[in-house]
Structure formats: structure tokens, C-alpha cells
């Protein structure tokens, strides 16, 4: 009974250590596109998504060279 309840304890740390590796990696991801200024060699495209959480416009800005989007709040 000893080696279940352990194997159980590990199984429970294994996934909040692996909750929070995900919360951090997905925090940094989704705040890392979003700014106040709008970084060098973006440029302004047609395209407007509409946060889903608090209903924020944002206007995508695409860089060419590396793909990357960059999404901006405008005024719309």
C-alpha cells in the first residue's frame, strides 16, 4: 500500500510541475504580441480580431521577413 500511495504523490506533483511549466509558457506566448508601440518592420494590415475576453479591437501587424503578427489596440 506504501508504493501506490507514492506512486500517486509523484503522479500529482508530475502534474502541477506540468501545469505550471504550461501556464508560463502560455503566459509569455500570448502577452509577448501585444504592446504599446508597435515594433519596427510590422506593417499595418486589414485585418481586426476582437479579444473574446474583455471585447478589445485589435489590429494585426505582420512582418514580413520573420512572419510575425503583432497585434495592436486601436480606437476603431
Avoid: C, W
Avoid at 499595418?44 to 479579444?51: G, R, W, Y
Amino acid at each position: 500500500m506504501e508504493i501506490v500511495g507514492l506512486i500517486y504523490f509523484m503522479i500529482i506533483i508530475g502534474m502541477i510541475i506540468l501545469a505550471i511549466i504550461t501556464y508560463l509558457v502560455f503566459d509569455k506566448r500570448y502577452h509577448k504580441n501585444h504592446g504599446k508601440q508597435i515594433p519596427a518592420g510590422f506593417e499595418k494590415t486589414e485585418e481586426i480580431t476582437i479579444d473574446p475576453s474583455d471585447g478589445r479591437k485589435l489590429r494585426v501587424y505582420y512582418n514580413k521577413q520573420t512572419g510575425e503578427r503583432f497585434y495592436f489596440e486601436e480606437n476603431l
